[in-house]
């Protein structure tokens, strides 16, 4: 069965500096990733998903995300934080042929002006 | 597009009493899913449809839990004799079936239940 882990609960980037919200993955096969971005309140909102050979996938609000096959990871990135890039974020794996997709327990990403 | 659509937005009920929750996902969308979110954490798989055939209900689903999509269309979320333990937002998501297996999820805005 497939397994997400998120290991940061709380990310704190000062506005303008890079970000990464970590996620490390277990799934048989090719892995089917996707970032989410949840507001309060709100449902979850797709940022981007991975291409396979990408390793490097653009998404939306300038995010993108980092695939490493050996490293299991799929860390999300963001050149220059925004104030409202503050949010929880969550990553997603979806296994090939079981069509369940698992989430992270999220990281909270606080931007601070 | 007009989204996924989840009714209520929130629902109070005492402990005991039945409550049921409406999706109606993306037109063009023949996958469907509920999910379960409580505070703090990720969104928890409850269960999935291909059209009108549910394919899988989680493990860690009580029986008092029950599903429906009878048209392929909206879905309906049951859950009878609520408890406290019950009480969290509850998420549809639709999308499209394999074999576009990296079809991303495009959730509801949800709806909260508090069981009192």
């Known amino acids: 069965a497939q397994s997400v882990a998120q290991p940061e609960d709380q990310v704190n980037v000062a506005e303008g500096n890079p970000l990464t919200v970590k996620c490390t993955y277990s799934?048989?096969?090719?892995?089917?990733l996707f970032w989410y971005v949840q507001y309060p309140n709100r449902g979850l909102q797709f940022l981007l998903k991975?291409?396979?050979?990408?390793?490097l996938v653009k998404g939306s609000y300038g995010f993108e995300a980092e695939f490493n096959k050996s490293q299991t990871s799929f860390h999300l990135k963001k050149p220059s934080a925004l104030v409202s890039d503050s949010a929880l974020y969550f990553c997603?794996?979806?296994?090939?042929?079981?069509?369940?997709?698992?989430f992270g327990k999220g990281t909270r990403l606080h931007i601070l002006p | 597009d007009t989204g996924v659509s989840q009714n209520p937005r929130h629902k109070i009920t005492k402990r005991g009493q039945n409550v049921t929750f409406r999706c109606d996902p993306i037109?063009?969308?023949?996958?469907l899913y509920w999910y379960r979110q409580t505070l703090g954490q990720g969104p928890e798989f409850l269960t999935y449809?291909?059209?009108?055939?549910?394919?899988?209900k989680s493990r860690l689903l009580s029986d008092r839990f029950s599903a429906e999509r009878p048209k392929g269309s909206f879905s309906t979320l049951e859950i009878q004799r609520t408890e406290q333990g019950d009480s969290a937002m509850y998420l549809c998501?639709?999308?499209?079936?394999?074999?576009?297996?990296?079809?991303?999820?495009?959730f509801g805005n949800g709806t909260r239940l508090t069981v009192t």
């Open positions: 998501a639709s999308s499209l079936a394999p074999p576009e297996y990296n079809s991303p999820l495009h």
């Open positions: 799934v048989s096969g090719n892995p089917y």
């Open positions: 991975y291409i396979t050979g990408d390793n």
């Open positions: 997603a794996v979806r296994g090939y042929r079981d069509d369940k997709i698992i």
């Open positions: 037109s063009e969308h023949n996958r």
């Open positions: 449809f291909q059209n009108e055939a549910q394919l899988e």
